[in-house]
């Protein structure tokens, strides 16, 4: 029904891909009025009192730093990712190797695989086996209940996963002496995990 009625309104589409700023947002549940919004501000060109919809800017006035996160029934449940258009795409980059010469392995093509090829690195003294180190998966509820499958597929892959800055301070276990962390469960455990199924 909400959907008919925005086609007969002429609203289809809710925000420009351009907005420099996403006033209506799938991840927050909000809508802007209008289709055709300021591309500096996000908002509608006409901000109305009785406005029938919930935008960005409407919802932070009602709910204050609430607004801060998605929609807080799928915390735990969800991860969020960015609406910003940054005109880049992955098929914008492409690896163009020399197709008539071997180096570091012999000149066979029977040998010269992509399984024979040698992308192991050192970061910090630390080995990698790719040249790839896993984001930070920090405090949240998400990240801890799914830490399990990325630490194992981190260390199985011989690369590094990074444990976010504030694992201790949401970790109600932990104990903190003259200001400093000196234990935490979650830390350990998630340490432990990746250090079970490393081979560094």
Not at 8 to 24: A, T
Request: aromatic share 8%.
């Amino acid at each position: 029904m909400v959907a008919y009625v925005l086609r007969v309104l002429g609203m289809g589409e809710r925000v420009q891909r351009n907005s420099s700023y996403l006033n209506g947002v799938s991840t927050t549940g909000t809508l802007t009025r209008v289709k055709d919004v300021s591309p500096t501000s996000g908002m509608c060109p006409i901000c109305i009192r009785d406005c029938p919809f919930l935008c960005e800017i409407g919802l932070s006035a009602f709910r204050g730093r609430e607004t801060l996160y998605p929609l807080s029934k799928y915390y735990g449940e969800s991860t969020a990712a960015s609406l910003k258009d940054y005109h880049l795409d992955w098929s914008h980059l492409n690896i163009l190797s020399d197709v008539l010469k071997v180096e570091g392995i012999e000149r066979n093509p029977d040998v010269a695989l992509f399984p024979n090829v040698d992308v192991s690195t050192e970061v910090m003294g630390i080995p990698q086996k790719l040249p790839v180190i896993n984001g930070a998966f920090g405090s949240t509820e998400i990240a801890r209940r799914y830490w399990d499958g990325l630490a194992v597929g981190s260390a199985i892959s011989g690369v590094s996963v990074v444990i976010g800055e504030n694992v201790c301070g949401m970790d109600p276990e932990s104990k903190f002496t003259d200001g400093k962390v000196t234990y935490s469960r979650e830390m350990e455990r998630r340490v432990m995990k990746y250090r079970e199924f490393w081979d560094g």
